[in-house]
């Protein structure tokens, strides 16, 4: 009964997740909101890109964001599996740097999944397709052959937009295993992706802060005193990792902060007690990457008892997550350990401090020291948390005019 009303409430859920209207788009543009919102490009044609990264939860997951007890991490088309990793917000997605290790800082940074093990949108766009615990389609073949299935909705569409953009006759081409138009094709679709990715929707700046920012919104006495506490050295200093302050271009207009270095740590997450989680190995995040000595020669595996291998330095880390649209993420940290954003604030205030009965780290190595015992008091937290709110999205309906926004990373 249980399973039973698990599948009924993620089938219910997919029934309301529908395709925006595709205004003001250019074509590639356009081809790529069709394939971000398409379900039929699932194994059980059940889920789409929108399924776990929904306009509605700042492009996260809104299951998990409106059950976050119940469900810390995202359902798979088949209904019955998933995986061990809260699903990232892939607003502002566009801007986090390539994966690399950072020789003058002594650490790695950037890439896009949790450990950073896809460079790019485009990259990461590949994945989900055809990892079985989440849309699970056989091969890239499969899925353009779902493209131009007589019951996608969409196969006119595709095939008129793959015509006209990359002179691609999806009616023709070779969908067996392995076959070389099938790549291409699909390819193609995860640039599109990836380019309807870095659109105004995903990268929109609308929040309160932005227009506090541009000189267009007052912050109240809350998140006024909230953005002090997020900015001090002496109290939260969620700056460091987290930066807030704009900074002006060369034309006096105004950068805005993206709230994160797109730097790695441990921040000493409990192991989730969730039953979608039972069972679930250690997950030590970047340290379990197979080719960090590629980046870094200097860093050694380990091999555990398990027979797997581990590069201990890195144990335990995962990239730190921009900040913007936080209000809408729940649950919070790599396994939805955190139900609210009050529960994650008040842990990184008190995680060191005995009274408060914080479980152990699932990894005990690497754990961050910049905070745990901040000192907080149960006011300054609910100010804080009020300061976050204001990063929101969709206070206004335009980017401010004098901004001038980050450069994006290149798909290729």
């Not at 194994?43 to 399924?51: D, E």
């Not at 019951?151 to 990359?166: E, I, S, T, V």
């Not at 809350?222 to 506490?229: F, K, R, T, V």
Request: hydrophobic share 40%; proline share 6%; with cysteine.
């Amino acid at each position: 009964m249980k399973n039973c009303g698990r599948i009924m409430l993620f089938l219910s859920l997919c029934l309301v997740i529908g395709t925006p209207v595709m205004a003001g788009l250019t074509p590639v543009e356009k081809l790529g909101e069709l394939l971000y919102f398409d379900k039929h490009l699932s194994l059980n044609g059940n889920q789409s890109c929108a399924t776990c990264h929904h306009p509605s939860a700042g492009y996260a997951d809104p299951l998990n964001a409106e059950f976050p007890y119940d469900y810390p991490v995202s359902f798979g088309s088949d209904p019955f599996l998933n995986g061990g990793r809260n699903a990232p917000t892939s607003s502002y997605a566009a801007f986090i740097p390539l994966f690399t290790w950072d020789a003058t800082q002594n650490q790695f940074q950037g890439g896009q999944f949790w450990d950073g093990r896809a460079d790019t949108l485009k990259d990461q766009a590949k994945g989900p397709f055809l990892n079985p615990v989440e849309m699970g389609m056989l091969d890239e073949a499969y899925v353009i052959a779902a493209m131009v299935d007589q019951d996608n909705k969409r196969a006119n569409d595709y095939q008129r937009l793959f015509m006209q953009l990359y002179d691609i006759d999806l009616q023709t081409i070779d969908t067996s295993w392995n076959s070389p138009e099938a790549l291409l094709a699909y390819d193609k679709a995860a640039e599109a992706i990836g380019t309807y990715e870095q659109t105004f929707d995903f990268t929109s700046f609308t929040s309160k802060y932005d227009y506090y920012l541009a000189g267009k919104a007052n912050l109240n006495a809350a998140e006024l005193s909230g953005l002090a506490i997020f900015e001090s050295p002496q109290l939260g200093n969620c700056a460091a990792c987290h930066p807030s302050q704009a900074t002006l271009a060369e034309d006096g207009r105004i950068n805005p902060p993206l709230f994160t270095q797109f730097t790695y740590e441990n921040i000493g997450v409990p192991e989730s007690m969730s039953l979608m989680l039972d069972g679930f190995p250690v997950d030590y995040g970047l340290g379990a990457r197979s080719n960090l000595d590629s980046y870094n020669q200097e860093i050694e595996k380990t091999v555990l008892d398990d027979g797997s291998e581990v590069f201990m330095s890195e144990a335990g880390k995962f990239r730190v997550s921009s900040l913007r649209n936080i209000y809408r993420n729940a649950p919070y940290a790599h396994n939805g350990y955190f139900e609210t954003l009050d529960e994650i604030v008040h842990f990184f205030n008190t995680r060191d401090i005995p009274a408060e009965y914080w479980p152990i780290p699932e990894v005990a190595e690497n754990v961050t020291t910049i905070v745990g015992d901040l000192g907080l008091t149960p006011q300054q937290e609910a100010d804080l948390v009020a300061f976050l709110k204001t990063l929101n999205d969709g206070y206004g309906t335009q980017t401010p005019e004098n901004f001038v926004l980050p450069v994006m990373v290149p798909l290729n």
